[in-house]
């Protein structure tokens, strides 16, 4: 993401504030350049457009995720107890690893995510076209995600990783918006119990 100004960085803050509190539409350049004290004509210095300014916030949320995710992985998960054999305990490690990410999702929730995920409330208010510079924010952090997924699987040693982490994908994504609505009520954790299932069965 682009160099901020002290002033750029203020906005770009109270935006990312309003924008998921509130809803992009709902919020206008004026409400945002008041939240952070600049003028308007600061605003699109720092910026240019709504629409940039749109994608910066999404992409910052998009790094503090992935920063947050990432290290979260490396610090949580085992290294892999098990008594069956060097293979067993790779898998098992392995297999905490990918669990781990829904402990992380379930904290980063709690915190981060009360009205649910900011990528797809955001992509529900863009327009349909490829035009918007947030729409390929949205589309290459589930595209990351996916990836991310996928390596944390193929490491464990399970068959056809792809396929494996295109299901945890879904259960991922689920379990954001189901958490921003209530129903179910620890949406992550049974996110987390149907993914530790699932991974059980792959080869």
């Known amino acids: 993401m682009r160099e901020l ?30 939240a952070a004290g600049v003028t308007k ?7 240019g457009s709504k629409d940039v300014l749109v994608s910066c916030y999404l992409q910052a ?36 690893r990918v669990l781990a990410t829904f402990d992380a999702l379930d904290q980063w929730a709690r915190r981060e995510n009360i009205r649910g995920c900011a990528f797809v409330n955001a992509l529900a208010e863009l327009p349909e076209n490829a035009d918007h510079p947030g729409r390929g924010v949205i589309l290459e952090q589930k595209r990351w995600l996916l990836g991310y997924l996928t390596d944390l ?27 921003g609505t209530g129903v179910p009520t620890r949406a992550v954790a049974q996110a987390k119990r149907l993914a530790a299932l699932a991974l059980a069965e792959s080869p």
């Not at 770009?12 to 945002?32: E, K, M, N, P």
């Not at 004509?41 to 910026?47: A, G």
Request: charged share 25%; hydrophobic share 40%; aromatic share 8%.
């Open 5 to 34: 100004t002290p002033a750029g960085r203020r906005i770009l803050d109270a935006a990312s504030t309003l924008f998921y509190d509130q809803g992009i539409h709902a919020v206008g350049v004026d409400a945002v350049a008041r």
């Open 41 to 47: 004509k600061t605003l699109y210095d720092c910026f």
């Open 61 to 96: 949320r998009d790094e503090r995720w992935r920063e947050w995710l990432t290290s979260y992985v490396d610090e949580h998960a085992g290294t892999g107890a098990g008594a069956g054999g060097r293979a067993s305990a790779d898998r098992e490690a392995g297999v905490e």
């Open 153 to 179: 699987v193929r490491a464990a040693g399970i068959r056809r990783p792809g396929t494996v982490a295109a299901g945890l994908l879904v259960l991922h994504e689920g379990a954001s918006v189901s958490f």
